[in-house]
């Protein structure tokens, strides 16, 4: 696991010496000479913290804090004031700076004040996060989230449904119960990459009623920030997915995969139909 990184910014070679001397072991280091060299390797490199002087030649300390908050893609990134102005160190708590420590500085002070900061962040990344289950059918990539998800499993054999669209043309019997089993892949009107044997039955439960999602692939489910999910989808094109798009999830490497309410791949009107559908194919009836 790599270890987080930090941007130490300071005009003093002694004092980055010595915070590169601390901190090293425990954290990936760059630094910085002056605020304008700061500013550009903070929006580039994306560090887990900022440790700023105050003041620097070419660009003061709070001047950097004051673009950084203003800046949507580095607001967030905790930034801790090592100085020791401490009327303009209190300012910069005003303005969003997380944390302050002064100078001269002991060794487990600085250790303490970073794990803090970015025990913070961590914190703060959490609110609004979700857990989500993400899934192929054909060549759609998308994810549910993982609350409204029941159990997954190898797909057994199916038993006939007459009587219902192609895609929900099979049923499974688990722990009793009968669940239609809804071809996710031929929903969108896709082709199965996946062979019988390897699909992937995913239970989610809608209005009440259980209902198999019959998928190609299942990852392990898999924890985003609320700053990785973008929910500004409006106008966006997903074909019948855009119907129940809850936001955008960033992946890296600049990809977005759908996360769906689960309801988008069955109308209210046909999951009302669903136990008549089994009843007429004969389901739970005796021999």
């Known amino acids: 696991?790599?270890?987080?990184?930090?941007l130490l910014v300071d005009d003093s070679d002694a004092i980055l010496a010595l915070e590169r001397a601390i901190l090293s072991g425990h954290y990936s280091l760059n630094t910085a000479s002056n605020g304008r060299e700061a500013l550009e390797?903070?929006?580039?490199?994306?560090?887990?913290?900022v440790l700023l002087d105050l003041s620097m030649p070419e660009m003061d300390g709070d001047e950097v804090l004051q673009k950084m908050k203003a800046d949507p893609a580095i607001a967030d990134i905790p930034v801790i004031i090592i100085s020791s102005e401490k009327s303009r160190a209190e300012s910069c708590l005003g303005m969003g700076a997380e944390a302050f420590l002064a100078k001269p500085f002991r060794a487990e002070d600085l250790l303490s004040v970073v794990a803090s900061?970015?025990?913070?962040?961590?914190?703060?990344?959490?609110?609004?996060?979700m857990l989500v289950l993400r899934m192929t059918a054909g060549d759609q990539e998308f994810a549910l989230p993982l609350d409204s998800?029941?159990?997954?499993?190898?797909?057994?054999a199916l038993r006939p449904l007459p009587g219902g669209p192609s895609y929900l043309s099979g049923y499974v019997e688990l722990r009793g119960a009968a669940v239609v089993v809804l071809d996710?892949?031929?929903?969108?009107?896709?082709?199965?990459r996946a062979s019988v044997r390897e699909r992937m039955?995913?239970?989610?439960?809608?209005?009440?009623?259980?209902?198999a999602l019959c998928v190609d692939?299942?990852?392990?489910?898999?924890?985003?920030?609320?700053?990785e999910i973008d929910r500004r989808v409006g106008g966006a094109e997903h074909g019948l997915l855009k119907?129940?798009?809850?936001?955008?999830?960033?992946?890296g490497n600049g990809r977005a995969l759908p996360l769906l309410d689960p309801k988008v791949f069955i109308s209210r009107g046909l999951l009302r139909d669903l136990p008549t559908m089994l009843r007429q194919g004969g389901v739970g009836q005796d021999a």
């Open 1 to 6: 696991m790599s270890l987080p990184s930090l």
């Open 41 to 49: 390797k903070v929006g580039r490199l994306q560090p887990a913290a």
């Open 117 to 129: 900061a970015l025990e913070n962040a961590r914190r703060r990344s959490r609110v609004g996060a």
């Open 149 to 156: 998800v029941r159990e997954v499993l190898l797909q057994p």
């Open 184 to 192: 996710v892949a031929r929903r969108l009107g896709l082709e199965h």
């Open 201 to 211: 039955l995913v239970i989610i439960h809608v209005d009440g009623t259980p209902l």
């Open 217 to 227: 692939r299942v990852q392990d489910p898999e924890e985003f920030a609320a700053t």
């Open 243 to 251: 119907e129940g798009l809850m936001g955008m999830l960033r992946v």
